[in-house]
């Protein structure tokens, strides 16, 4: 298994850009999880989506912020109009019901 | 909502003693509790977790342990060695959704 994968690793931003973040997570598993990391703030929880269906969205910072999951292997993070307050690495994470969540290797974000 | 508070913040040991990592969390609900590994870079990966009708789990060098009448936690170390050196994160599950509330973690170096 390749485990959850995210893309892009790295993003470099100006300011007002559309950023879109993207996560397959492990085949089977059923939930899906966005993280933000911050030095300040540690690590966040975003979102998260039980079988397609976003369950929690009350960690999302403010409306600049979306996500969807359109079907059982992918799912996007968007940022519109991004700002440098948002740059910090963004983890998906995935798992099969309460128990282990395998994290993907993460986005570094920086907006510049 | 839950909440999850971890103590100490950064923890420094010599190669071979212990380290203990305590977390206390609010929702009397909350029934599973994982403990990640983070090293430099890297993405979080779970090293032990304990549910909530177990006190105590081990696995080799590691061993957690859980008092639910105090709402906490806490994560041990044996004979450490330079490799446990990395952020450790603890966390809380509050309901059946397999979402998690982190603990801002703790920074452990150990000196060779």
């Known amino acids: 298994d390749a485990g959850v994968i995210q893309s892009p690793r790295h993003e470099v931003t100006e300011m007002g850009q559309e950023v879109t973040l993207r996560c397959k997570p492990i085949s089977g598993h059923n939930s899906l999880f966005w993280y933000r990391q911050t030095m300040m703030r540690g690590l966040e929880l975003l979102i998260y989506f039980n079988n397609n269906v976003p369950i929690d969205d009350s960690g999302m910072p403010e409306d600049r912020f979306s996500a969807k999951m359109p079907n059982a292997s992918f799912s996007t993070l968007k940022i519109q109009p991004s700002e440098p307050r948002d740059s910090a690495v963004y983890f998906c994470a995935s798992s099969l019901q309460v128990g282990e969540q395998y994290f993907g290797p993460g986005t570094r974000l920086t907006v510049t | 909502g839950e909440n999850v508070e971890q103590h100490p913040s950064t923890l420094s040991v010599q190669e071979g003693d212990s380290a203990v990592i305590k977390c206390t969390y609010s929702?009397?609900?909350?029934?599973?509790f994982p403990w990640y590994k983070q090293e430099l870079g890297k993405r979080p990966q779970l090293i032990i977790d304990?549910?909530?009708?177990?006190g105590e789990k081990k696995d080799q060098r590691i061993a957690v342990t859980l008092n639910k009448t105090a709402k906490h936690f806490s994560l041990h170390i044996t004979e450490t060695q330079p490799e446990d050196s990395a952020v450790y994160f603890c966390a809380a599950s509050p309901d059946n959704t397999g979402k998690l509330i982190f603990g801002q973690g703790t920074t452990l170096q150990v000196k060779p």
């Open positions: 929702d009397s609900a909350s029934n599973y």
């Open positions: 304990i549910r909530s009708n177990v």
